[in-house]
């Protein structure tokens, strides 16, 4: 931490800001500039209080140098984590592709959904039982029932599924059928939850909040990995800006920073980060180029009676096409599907 | 729900529509522009999908016509809605001023601050047991302890206790203790969360989420009141822009589009719409110009020593001058306090 | 300027960024940290280049010491500047309220709204004869015959006229009918217009752009300071973010904010920071209880014809009505009116 | 448009708002819901407004069934434009490279990078002579001289040359030396510079304001199309977000978006949307994975002495591979480098 003094700061402020720092256990090097003082922590390995520096009298700010995330951090952990799932090493050469309804609807739309993202070449199920919804009025998921119908497109198909916990004493429950547990979006900065899905060992897909930075995520990452569970797979799903013709804007930039910041695999979501299905395509081929180490792709057998999610759902045969496109991409930037 | 036809669209993707809305229990009327086919939709009372309806071929867009939220609007229920606490009906012409430390520290912190908000002449004190903190390595909060704390200072100063609650198995705990339970803005969309709050038939102050828009927050709430619990304080306290020299953008604009668009009382807080506590005396007399029927303010005994939120903590003496102010401009605007 | 290394900078790295450091004629004070180098620089008066910083080997991030505004800084010029118009000090304790329709539409509206304005209580006139729009099918203002028409209006009521100016070669013919020069939102960061008014030595309105930092309006000023005209005053009017049931955001917080960074008066327009006539008055008496030298409202006398921004134009009867109340809330907090 | 009433809406309001309509010239065709009453709309050609019409008594909102652009749009010129620069048909099957400094700087620098990105294989010079700045303390470019030394360079290497330009009057002098006029991001709504280039009959790359939506971007290109100008190249180069380790975010949906609401060729310029050296090469091939047309690269022979944007800019030899790695992905999806 590097601690900025106002300019009118006087010398009693600069001694007080100094006392309080090694009253931290840490040590103070003052630099006296032309207009400013400046003075550099040298920590003792714990974690400083900003807040509590830039409360003094005299300081103007106080500078972290270090990141705040560490166990998610290519500093700390500079090769590569892959999580293994159905015979893949997700964040390896080869792509992730997850596909599926947005929820289950019944037996009959989760197995033929199952089937047609199998025999189109995806290596995971996704669709969800228990539905996070800005309306109460909305269809919430058919919460465990949802589940089992997930497990017997599972046995059906071979695909392992990956579906979403909402609450924390739920999580046991959805680790017994699933394969992968999502933290969505908006459960993000749950950390109930985030610690829940760390002790339950399992693998975890953590989607970035609408409204997060990447830093932040990171931050709930740690969480995770704090609990000895380093099976996390990133996901950028779109952030909310001022531009209104698409749902949520995707923050491709996010994947090469990701891919620099941590060592976890980071997939993309091109479903929701644009809401509208002529846009996938081309934003899934978009976050292969940059990097990602997979998709998660909305599917469903008849989007136009889809009972959420409708507008941004793939036909079968358009995700088919697509992942040959993916693999032309993939190849193209030495990855493959 | 209008649906607004491609200006390509064939007569036989009209007809398709139609058909589609029909089959959905609801009337179709179309009219013929130069350009554009539009079908105007006669509901059954049943929320429609436009989701579903963007789906298919043809349709450029379906506008709703209503809101998506009942239960919290103005339409519904034009009367505003008044919640006492502690002898005053907020949402009536007296401002409710709520105050206290971000996070229960310790008994002699916890004391000092209630003691020293009770004499400036706040009416509830706020303080935080389980806190929600971006890193995992930040203090969490005290827990059940911090909430006997809480419990001990109230019987101390006679203030009625605000503090926030994190999880659905929590709820009970927290309400044995609390007189008011609060949503913190990372769980405006924990739905889980909201309908336990819902039931337990508790005064519940929910804060809109830093990434969400106000129809969003009134969909939250509509959570809430879908149990019968109406007893909601809605809080505005900052959103998440692009401007960096505060810590969130206080949105003044919806103190007032809130009284137009719901019958639920309105708060603010400034300490956290700001994040600097020398701007926190001009947002809480603008908020209370604005209409808002109260503050929730942070205040410390000693911010410099704070464990969370010390660079926006007001000290007891700017809190008691801020007191004064508030007055006269409630007065201004015909509020008292 | 503080350069912060990465974790795993080499010697030789640091030794080539002090010596880049002394070559622009500054010198470096190296710190090293546990886990990072630090290298703080003194300077020799001249602004430092930290992109050229950031691109040196081992270097993580530069990290600017000084704000990037001086002339505007309050640390340069402690005492608040003045800008005397029409027998008001602007910045003093007096507010300033400058009214009128969005734009110039013929004689009778200017007059009629002129005489409006004036009998509610307004200082100034506005009016927009030059209109940036962002289609070229609207209507683009009435060009010099608007001028005419203001100066016409101001002959009638006394009123002087402040109107937007929206080329650099329309500086001298916008000023020889104006009183104020207004630069727009959309022209806030159009570097040729601000030299162009700062040369003319008028005194300015300077807008916030609607995806403007505080820090960016600060540097725009700069651009007009630099030629020796500090007679301008800043325009809070709204930013752009997420929220759609608004046109804009107040951002009420960069009121206090900028008072405290700058010693520029500082204005609100609630017209165009809601885009809702209905919002207009909670959001007036926010602005100058939070400590606004005056206030931009649209009023037109039939906002239903408006030629423009007819939403959030007031009536003249609600103008009235409201002056009364900013007169209430500006005594409440030792302003008048 | 559509109008649609308030709940509360009396008979003789939707009588009024009828009546009103018909004096615009119009049709008015009421369709009475269980919850609202509304107005169909069947113009006469000419737009309407918008804002008249909410203005009116019982309205609750008024929404446009048309997209206001118009020349732009693709419903109106179905098939693509495509631009010849340089025996590229930009807008065609082969992609666009465009690359040089941010500024240029001196004679030397501009020719060893001139031939330095035309050896890599760039189509095209950039460079700037006219440098919009945030800070008056900047390096504001060479300005005419600048243009010369483009010249010189161009005559060197063959490479045509796209610079900016800034202020009207300076259009024909740009137009003297460019081949391509640059209108920059924040001049995208400055209207007398867009009519300035739509006069000139010149090629333009239009960059989307760093605040704009992809409609103001196309309204933007409708007043340089309104001149008979359809020589437009539009360019995505990042909007402002909250994520604060990237410079800007780029916006990739707005790729294939754009692609489908215009005729109009679109390229991504990723050194301004990152602000990274680091991350352009990713974000590069995500953009022609998304179908750019074309690429504007920041290419500097020594970023670390560059006079601005040194932290954005590649060294030659990194672009040099990055071209390599285009030429795969374009392959992939279909178009050649």
Known sequence: MIVIMKADATRGQVVNVTARIEQMGCQAHISEGQERTIIGIVGNGRPLDREQLERLDGVDRAVPVL????????????????????????????????????????????????????????HMLRGGAFKPRSSPYSFQGLGEEGLK???LARQETGLPVVTEVIAPEQVSLVAAYADVLQIGARNMQNYALLHAVGESQRPVLLKRGMMSTVEELLMSAEYILSHGNDRIILCERGIRTFEKYTRNTLDINAVPLLKQLTHLPVIVDPSHATGKWELVSATSLAAVAAGADGLIIE??????????????????????RLLGQVRAVAQAVGREL
């Open 67 to 122: 990141r705040p995330f560490k166990l998610s951090s290519r500093d700390f952990h500079p090769q590569d984590t892959v999580v293994p799932i159905n015979g893949i090493d997700v964040g390896g050469k080869r792509l992730l592709i997850m596909a599926g309804p947005c929820a289950v609807e019944d037996e009959a739309q989760i197995l033929e959904a199952a089937r047609a993202v199998r025999d189109a070449g995806a």
């Open 149 to 151: 119908l997930l497990a």
């Open 299 to 320: 599917v469903h057998p008849h989007p136009e009676q889809a009972m959420s999610d409708g507008a941004q759902s793939l036909k079968p045969e358009v995700f088919r």
